[in-house]
């Protein structure tokens, strides 16, 4: 009753709303809906350009602070873990880094090298790609969303041995193929 208490006047309720926000299966559903609206936004900037072009915009400044809040989480997980090899290895973490550091630099660099010309320069193309090629990793992080599902986080865990074996047997293609290749090329230029 204390959590309808909280949600009818929160003032009289013995349950704060601190309290709530602690359960780790709220904690871990608000960091869904906020990794999912930072997307969101992230992707409407870049699909409509609004990154890299006429000087700063307050979406630029949003995103750079949420990307400020993420880059402080990563700093707390470091600090959490045993050592750096063991923060490294996770692949998320390594994931988050790029994605945070890469969106960052190319906050930073928009007002810097944008100009209000129409014609969209070579620094402003560069800016816009890197941004562009970032979107991947913001999406692929949505990934890890889906390990709050009991179906969907099997699913996920599958499809990662799926891809960890099929690497396995293109690695050993590209073995063969090589061998081939380097066999071959005498044969057929001589």
């Not at 402080?72 to 996770?90: H, K, M, T, W």
């Not at 941004?131 to 865990?157: A, C, D, E």
Request: hydrophobic fraction near 50%; proline fraction near 3%; include cysteine.
């Amino acid at each position: 009753w204390n959590l309808f208490g909280l949600v009818l006047d929160p003032s009289k309720s013995n349950f704060r709303l601190a309290e709530l926000l602690s359960i780790p299966y709220i904690k871990a559903w608000t960091h869904a809906i906020s990794r999912l609206v930072f997307v969101g936004l992230y992707s409407y900037a870049v699909f409509h350009g609004r990154l890299t072009h006429h000087g700063l915009e307050p979406l630029e400044v949003l995103l750079f602070l949420w990307g400020l809040g993420f880059a402080q989480v990563e700093v707390s997980q470091y600090y959490g873990a045993n050592s750096f090899r063991e923060y490294i290895l996770d692949g998320w973490n390594i994931l988050d880094c790029t994605h945070i550091s890469l969106m960052m630099v190319a906050l930073v660099l928009g007002p810097i090298l944008g100009d209000d010309k129409v014609e969209v320069s070579d620094a402003e193309l560069a800016l816009e790609t890197a941004h562009s090629l970032n979107l991947l990793p913001s999406w692929i992080r949505v990934l890890q969303l889906l390990q709050l599902s009991k179906y969907f986080g099997t699913l996920l865990m599958t499809i990662h041995g799926m891809v960890r074996d099929a690497l396995r047997f293109f690695m050993v293609v590209s073995i063969f193929c090589f061998g081939f290749s380097c066999a071959l090329t005498p044969v057929l230029y001589n």
